[in-house]
């Protein structure tokens, strides 16, 4: 986020004894509603409306600040969370009974906030403020028993007071829920010009003498040295009294009419800082500290201790000092390049070497799978090995192969097959293995009846 010089609107009040004028009020109003209504728009809820977040440009204009409560809505509008997340003075009725489990709330939430700012603006002070933190909450959940106008004090206009009660009510009847035609029609902003309200000067115009000026804010940093001042913008750390704006950044952007001093200080700034970073890291200086730490030996420390002398001042052979530190910078440059050169050869030539070895190895691989293809179209599938059944009469019947061997040749009917053959009227259950084809098995039964007849 962007650091704005001009403060915040807190620091704002204390400069006006905790309250504004009724015209200032309107200024700054005006533009925190337009700056709500930005964030709604984006379909967000920022939950966190206060003086502390509503920032000040270096113009005195309007900035919405701390976004880290800020939540984008879900579909149906509403936010539903047991966590009453914002500042207690600040919260609304619906937040904090949400956290008690009775539903959501929705953009009204940072409405409701604008009226606590809108009462604190013009009145000094917050409507809720107790003691604890539980009296404040329960004074806001209980607001119509508990909101009310100081009777003795600062007087404000009806305009004024109707804005504040269309603020701080129920949600269902409060302004904004039709967006910025409830503000623009309201008799508080009567005679306003909404469309060139970035264009209007501002009531107060900060007084800023650096981008990096905390005056504007509420911090003791009333005596800061130059180096101080400059911390956050020459150094990579900030100093202390600046810890209060870690995070920020120092762009000043114009993107409105009104002039913003800003830009000016920090081209005057840039400026300075350009002058500082070439005096201190020149090359020619850098060459020469190198060259005197080089040659200078302990019998002579001198060269340690002086500055190096640049081209017009110092002695007369300061030219000549000069030069040489330049060869010598030069020179190692100059080897840096040539082995930075020398590395990347190498590395060409080595991923060179290894697509060589990738390629060599893509071929290899085909020649093994045109061999195996070849291979496997040599050797055709081989055939079932036909099984007959020689139990029967003929062998037509075949029975089912048990496996199949590519080497074994089908059997053909010149071959004598072994069969166990029964033997009649043999009582002992013995068998004789005879050979015999299948076709002639009848006949050489009939003839070993007849023999054993």
């Given at each position: 986020m962007d650091y704005y010089v001009g403060g915040d609107l807190l620091t704002l009040l204390s400069k006006f004894g905790d309250r504004l004028p009724e015209d200032m009020a309107q200024f700054y109003l005006a533009e925190m509603v337009l700056a709500i209504h930005s964030v709604h728009k984006l379909g967000y809820v920022h939950r966190d409306i206060k003086p502390d977040n509503i920032l000040l440009t270096a113009d005195g204009h309007v900035r919405l600040g701390d976004f880290g409560s800020c939540l984008r809505l879900p579909e149906d509008g509403l936010v539903r969370s047991t966590l009453a997340v914002g500042t207690p003075d600040y919260l609304?009725?619906?937040?904090?009974?949400?956290?008690?489990?009775?539903g959501g709330y929705g953009l009204e939430c940072d409405w409701w906030a604008l009226g606590i700012c809108a009462y604190e603006m013009l009145l000094g002070t917050t409507p809720f403020y107790a003691e604890s933190l539980s009296e404040t909450y329960a004074k806001i959940i209980h607001f119509q028993d508990y909101f009310e106008f100081p009777s003795s004090g600062p007087e404000i206009s009806d305009k004024a007071r109707s804005l504040i009660l269309g603020l701080i009510c129920e949600r269902e009847d409060r302004l904004g829920r039709k967006g910025l035609s409830d503000f623009r029609g309201h008799p508080f902003f009567s005679g306003?010009?909404?469309?060139?309200?970035?264009?209007?000067?501002?009531?107060?115009?900060?007084?800023?003498?650096?981008?990096?000026?905390?005056?504007?804010?509420?911090?003791?940093?009333?005596?800061?040295?130059?180096t101080e001042t400059l911390s956050d913008v020459t150094d990579r750390a900030p100093t202390g009294v600046?810890?209060?704006f870690v995070g920020y950044s120092y762009t000043a952007t114009s993107q409105t009419g009104a002039i913003d001093r800003s830009q000016d200080?920090?081209?005057q700034i840039d400026d300075t800082r350009q002058r500082d970073w070439e005096s201190l890291y020149t090359p020619v200086k850098l060459s020469q500290q190198l060259w005197n730490l080089t040659n200078a030996g302990p019998e002579d420390p001198s060269p340690l201790l002086e500055p190096p002398p640049t081209e017009d001042e110092g002695p007369a052979g300061s030219p000549h000092v000069t030069t040489e530190g330049d060869e010598a910078m030069s020179q190692q440059l100059s080897q840096l390049n040539e082995d930075l050169q020398s590395r990347l050869q190498e590395a060409e030539r080595r991923c060179y070497e290894l697509e060589t070895e990738m390629e060599r190895l893509k071929g290899e691989i085909q020649h093994l799978k045109n061999s195996k293809e070849?291979?496997?179209?040599?050797?055709?599938?081989p055939l079932a090995l036909p099984g007959y059944c020689v139990d029967a009469p003929t062998d037509r019947q075949r029975v089912t192969p048990a496996c199949q061997y590519p080497l074994v040749t089908p059997l053909h009917r010149h071959l004598l097959l072994f069969h166990r053959v029964w033997l009649p009227q043999v009582r002992s259950e013995s068998y004789l293995l005879v050979c015999a084809e299948g076709v002639e098995l009848s006949a050489w039964r009939r003839n070993r009846y007849s023999e054993l007849s």
């Open positions: 609304s009725p619906e937040i904090l009974r949400a956290v008690e489990g009775g306003l010009d909404w469309a060139s309200l970035h264009k209007i000067p501002a009531p107060f115009l900060p007084e800023v003498s650096n981008p990096t000026d905390t005056s504007n804010f509420d911090i003791m940093d009333d005596c800061l040295s130059e600046h810890l209060a200080i920090m081209m070849t291979e496997l179209s040599i050797c055709p599938t």
